[in-house]
């Protein structure tokens, strides 16, 4: 009876430091599972035979396993405390769930097993058949809801330990007064103050599971107006690119009216097409790069293009690019408008149109001026080029429009 005794220990302390292992260290350390098993087994046989209590046993146990565990991730978690009690509590319901299965299969009294050796026995192995189906089933869940994922931070564990550990307090109580059929004073008291804690325990982890769950409502909330105003100003900026886009190409078509106008001497048209520009010109400059340091250097340059009585069209058609903001790029792109507007004597009122736009797998950078320019791509022959840079075009469409290409990937 006492090796029998040892190998149901054993197997106990084993299951539980194995699946432990199994749980938080995904591997199978076969060398940590023994320690921890034969420090548990020595700890069980020592306070077994000086003590005599079961609830100081288990508890040390637990204790045990949760140092272990600690010691080995190398940081504190609840849940190297929590789940050490749980396989308890499951060790604790298989024995009372085998001693009553073994008192209706014999027909004998509970407290009575003890008397009858080859009861007793069946009783333990039906209890330990009882514990690995148990602990397989409560790893299959853990894995399932990846609950060791969880960070103490955002959940509350506090009331729930309270409540584990009083529930094991209970059903080894519990489990002891059926076992070996003693129901006096001392266990009544203890009982009724064990259940007095735990239900102010549940109570306590009934309003957490409550305020976690508002808390996951709040946060699944916020991200959907996060998401929603995120997508309402894509499409408003999508929009209003669309409306800006439409008010240059119809300004540009009124400027060649207007040009032709003037050649042509008829002045009606030219006043009433002069007025119509007047009101499309007044809105600004589209920001839909959504590449701030182009944006902003881009701008810049136009605002003194503007100035230098420059009719600037600009058309950004492009989404952010971490290329785009390369400033050994942006910097090159100023040079190549330098190289359309820098040397012009009569600025005042060309036509200057620059656009910016994904085609394929590269990005274009296009500039069309309303003069001709005697170049050739020697000319971009800058003292620092950017690596993006890929391939430069020259267009010389007629006598009166210049149109240079460069290819960015």
Not at 130 to 150: A, N
Not at 164 to 193: H, P, Q
Not at 250 to 269: C, D, P, T, V
Request: charged share 20%; net charge neutral.
């Amino acid at each position: 009876m006492i090796v029998f005794d040892f190998l149901m220990t054993f197997f106990e302390d084993f299951i539980i430091s194995y699946f432990l292992m199994i749980i938080f260290s995904n591997t199978k350390r076969y060398s940590l599972i023994f320690f921890m098993t034969f420090i548990t087994l020595i700890e069980t046989f020592i306070l077994n035979n000086y003590f005599m209590n079961n609830e100081l046993l288990f508890f040390s146990l637990v204790i045990t396993w949760a140092i272990s565990l600690c010691f080995i991730k190398k940081r504190i978690h609840i849940l190297y405390l929590l789940l050490p009690c749980l396989m308890m509590g499951l060790l604790l319901i298989s024995n009372i769930s085998s001693f009553y299965l073994t008192s209706l299969i014999f027909k004998i009294k509970i407290n009575q097993i003890n008397f009858h050796q080859e009861l007793l026995i069946i009783a333990i192995i039906i209890s330990r058949c009882i514990f690995f189906l148990s602990i397989v089933w409560l790893t299959k869940i853990i894995e399932k809801l990846k609950i060791i994922e969880i960070n103490n931070k955002l959940f509350e564990f506090n009331s729930f330990s309270v409540f584990i550990i009083c529930l094991l307090s209970i059903l080894t109580t519990i489990g002891e007064s059926i076992v070996y059929g003693i129901f006096d004073y001392k266990i009544y008291v203890l009982l009724s103050l064990e259940f007095v804690i735990m239900c102010f325990a549940s109570v306590k982890l009934f309003l957490d599971i409550v305020k976690s769950y508002n808390q996951k409502l709040e946060i699944q909330s916020q991200l959907l107006q996060s998401n929603y105003t995120r997508k309402m100003y894509f499409e408003t900026n999508k929009l209003a690119y669309k409306l800006s886009e439409e008010k240059h190409n119809i300004y540009y078509i009124l400027k060649k009216i207007e040009n032709i106008a003037k050649s042509q001497n008829n002045f009606e048209i030219m006043n009433s097409i002069h007025n119509a520009l007047a009101k499309i010109y007044k809105t600004d400059i589209p920001y839909t790069s959504k590449n701030p340091v182009l944006d902003y250097i881009m701008t810049k340059k136009i605002c003194q293009l503007k100035s230098d009585k420059y009719d600037v069209i600009y058309i950004a058609n492009i989404d952010e690019d971490i290329i785009l903001n390369d400033h050994l790029l942006i910097k090159n792109l100023e040079e190549y408008i330098d190289i359309c507007t820098l040397n012009n004597p009569n600025k005042e009122n060309i036509n200057l149109v620059i656009k910016i736009y994904k085609k394929a797998e590269y990005i274009i950078f296009k500039i069309e001026i309303d003069l001709f320019l005697d170049i050739s791509t020697s000319i971009f022959l800058f003292d620092e080029k950017s690596t993006h840079i890929k391939k430069e075009m020259i267009d010389h469409q007629d006598d009166n429009k210049t149109i240079i290409k460069v290819l960015i990937q």
